[in-house]
Antibody
Framework: QVQLVQSGAEVKKPGASVKVSCKASGYTFTSYGISWVRQAPGQGLEWMGWISAYNGNTNYAQKLQGRVTMTTDTSTSTAYMELRSLRSDDTAVYYC????????????WGQGTLVTVSS | EIVLTQSPGTLSLSPGERATLSCRASQSVSSSYLAWYQQKPGQAPRLLIYGASSRATGIPDRFSGSGSGTDFTLTISRLEPEDFAVYYCQQYGSSPWTFGPGTKVDIK
């Protein structure tokens, strides 16, 4: 079965960087994309961007351009999301999710990783 | 950017009742690339409906989606206890992909 297992919770200081991992199993990693979505405490869902696991093409949300980098390691079927220059309003649960290539539909989600930014 | 608006913000109903949730887009959603997700507290979202009206694998047939263009609806024909949750619509037809603010379905 499709599984996306994310790395554990992180606590970071303002200005620092965080890198969250997402290990995929149960499907052919390079046949799909990975999207990252975050959810601030008590708030809705915010799309952060997408990466093709096939060729590494990316599409980032404009508000995060320059601060976010999404990568994949096809040898380990793992996706990564790095967010730099962290601010307190980056405190959120970060989800990775599988994306159907060509359709851009998110169909499976990881369990989420809480990133807390606090001085 | 396509802005999605969901109504109502909260829907208070009893088990067995019918729930009708609305999602309105600020511009036409390409090829009805509109999805609905269910999220329970402390859990990741789960895909219910894609392409505006197609049920995802394993989703009970009490869930149905309809609509096109700018107006979409999620209907739960008879609420089961496990259906009380927050529901989000999302468009994936044009970048940036966007989510609605959600509708909370709670127990009356």
């Amino acid at each position: 079965q499709v599984q996306l297992v994310q790395s554990g919770a992180e606590v970071k200081k303002p200005g620092a960087s965080v890198k969250v991992s997402c290990k995929a199993s149960g499907y052919t990693f390079t046949s799909y994309g990975i999207s990252w979505v975050r959810q601030a405490p008590g708030q809705g869902l915010e799309w952060m961007g997408w990466i093709s696991a096939y060729n590494g093409n990316t599409n980032y949300a404009q508000k995060l351009q320059g601060r976010v980098t999404m990568t994949t390691d096809t040898s380990t079927s793992t996706a990564y999301m790095e967010l730099r220059s962290l601010r307190s309003d980056d405190t959120a649960v970060y989800y990775c999710a599988r994306v159907l290539s060509g359709w851009y539909l998110i169909d499976y989600w990881g369990q989420g990783t809480l990133v807390t930014v606090s001085s | 950017e396509i802005v999605l608006t969901q109504s109502p913000g909260t829907l208070s109903l009893s088990p067995g009742e019918r729930a009708t949730l609305s999602c309105r887009a600020s511009q036409s959603v390409s090829s009805s690339y509109l999805a609905w997700y269910q999220q329970k507290p402390g859990q990741a979202p789960r895909l219910l409906i894609y392409g505006a009206s197609s049920r995802a694998t394993g989703i009970p047939d009490r869930f149905s989606g309809s609509g096109s263009g700018t107006d979409f609806t999620l209907t739960i024909s008879r609420l089961e206890p496990e259906d009380f949750a927050v529901y989000y619509c999302q468009q994936y037809g044009s970048s940036p992909w966007t989510f609605g603010p959600g509708t909370k379905v709670d127990i009356k």
